[in-house]
């Protein structure tokens, strides 16, 4: 079987000069580097959102952000990508209903559920402004949580969290890990996730 995220040959000069790694089926590989690193850039170009440049990027043997690219794939930014006129969980569900390939109405419960546990009900109706950093990117991680990818690539994904919230994402990307997923971590040294990594790639 091909490898589920597969970079070769990647460069985002003058921050990334030469990237290839590969993440297979069930494997957590943390890409470690620091801010101003090409981390941010390179999870776009994986997305498909912005241009691969040098090298090449597939994900499930497909080009960044084409349909087969995106079936059963989740992307988690730092930033957290939310529109900023928008509420939230309108966002969500939209983004979270065209992973799973259903109508709204089919994942408003799935989201309400989840929210509800987590605490983040009222936060989840306002835009994104009126939240704090630590809300934001709890929500920003729902559909990690709810559509069950098989591909996950998170930036950063438990900065600005508690302890509380640290320790139900990982348990999250854990159950992914179990459930065969392959997961792509951009992270800097200090993260807990580099620690639980089978392999770790190092930005230079």
Not at 50 to 56: C, E, F, N, Y
Not at 75 to 98: G, K, S, W
Not at 151 to 164: F, G, T, Y
């Amino acid at each position: 079987m091909p490898p589920y995220i597969s970079i070769g040959g990647y460069s985002d000069p003058p921050r990334i000069a030469h990237l290839s790694l590969e993440a297979g089926s069930g494997e957590l590989v943390a890409l470690v580097g620091g801010p101003g690193s090409g981390k941010s850039n390179l999870i776009k170009s994986i997305a498909g959102i912005r241009s691969t440049g040098w090298g090449s990027i597939r994900i499930m043997g497909a080009k960044p952000g084409s349909i087969r690219a995106r079936e059963k794939a989740v992307f988690v930014f730092q930033n957290c990508n939310f529109a900023p006129d928008l509420i939230v969980r309108t966002q969500l569900e939209r983004r979270i209903a065209l992973i799973r390939g259903v109508p709204v109405r089919k994942v408003r419960m799935y989201i309400e559920n989840w929210c509800e546990e987590m605490e983040l009900t009222e936060a989840a109706k306002k835009v994104p402004q009126q939240m704090n950093r630590s809300q934001l990117q709890m929500l920003s991680l729902a559909p990690l949580v709810l559509t069950d990818p098989l591909v996950a690539v998170l930036d950063e994904p438990l900065v600005n969290l508690s302890s509380i919230s640290i320790s139900s994402v990982l348990s999250t990307i854990f159950s992914l890990l179990e459930n065969k997923a392959s997961v792509l971590a951009l992270v800097q040294s200090k993260s807990p996730l580099v620690k639980r990594a089978d392999r770790v790639v190092n930005l230079l």
